[in-house]
Nanobody, 122 residues
Framework: QVQLVESGGGLVQAGGSLTLSCAAS????????MGWFRQAPAKERELVAA????????YYTDSVKGRFTISRDNGKNTLYLRMNSLKPEDTAVYYC???????????????WGKGTLVTVSS
């Protein structure tokens, strides 16, 4: 079992930055591939960024490439998402997820956090 708790969301102006954190419980965090999903109002949940269990092969959806950076610290059981140059269209609830299957553009979550809201004002 892995429990995930996100933090760091909030209200920011367009062009600003935020860093999301996801704290994981349990000693198996380092064995899971991790990802950040987001869901905007009236839209489907989408994978924003993902990273392998060892911290390699990061994936980013096209709309955030060059602006977002995913990273992890296995010693601290924590996943991060650094978000720069934020745009109003980045407004969404951001979810942390842990999964055993990660290939290409697909991360299949086994565990989800409850989400943290990011609001970008124009």
């Amino acid at each position: 079992q892995v429990q995930l708790v996100e933090s760091g969301g909030g209200l920011v102006q367009a062009g600003g930055s935020l860093t999301l954190s996801c704290a994981a419980s349990g000693r198996t965090f380092s064995t899971y591939n991790m990802g950040w999903f987001r869901q905007a109002p009236a839209k489907e949940r989408e994978l924003v960024a993902a990273i392998s269990w060892i911290g390699l092969t990061p994936y980013y959806t096209d709309s955030v490439k060059g602006r977002f950076t995913i990273s992890r610290d296995n010693g601290k059981n924590t996943l991060y998402l650094r978000m720069n140059s934020l745009k109003p269209e980045d407004t969404a609830v951001y979810y942390c997820a842990a999964g055993t299957y990660y290939y290409g553009t697909t991360l299949t979550p086994d565990y989800w956090g409850k989400g943290t809201l990011v609001t970008v004002s124009s």
